[in-house]
């Protein structure tokens, strides 16, 4: 229970709380795009079996692995990109702590 409420704490209240914080103007456009960090969960189709509950995302699946996750870093750093970058780190912070939870 507490692993779930953590991990989608962060997947959903993280984003939230750097919209309203950083990007008050436009705070449902910002949050909308970081919440599109999600779909890179869309690699866990590729695993066998889709969803296991005691495997840890990170380094695992490909748009999990530390190759991806320099790009997502490195997508901080033009403006342009920023949000959409901010969305991936905080996933993989997400999925992150839901591995050292497990």
Request: proline share 5%; with cysteine.
């Amino acid at each position: 229970m507490l692993q779930s409420f953590v991990h989608y704490g962060i997947h959903f209240g993280l984003p939230l709380a750097i919209a309203i914080l950083f990007y008050k103007k436009y705070w449902i456009k910002a949050y909308c795009i970081m919440i599109l960090g999600i779909l890179i969960d869309l690699d866990h189709l590729l695993a066998n079996p889709i969803f296991d509950p005691i495997r840890c995302s990170i380094n695992f699946h490909p748009l999990h692995s530390y190759y991806a996750i320099a790009v997502y870093l490195l997508l901080l750093i033009p403006k342009k990109t920023r949000l959409l970058g901010l969305g991936l780190v905080i996933h993989i912070i997400a999925d992150t702590a839901d591995c050292g939870l497990m």
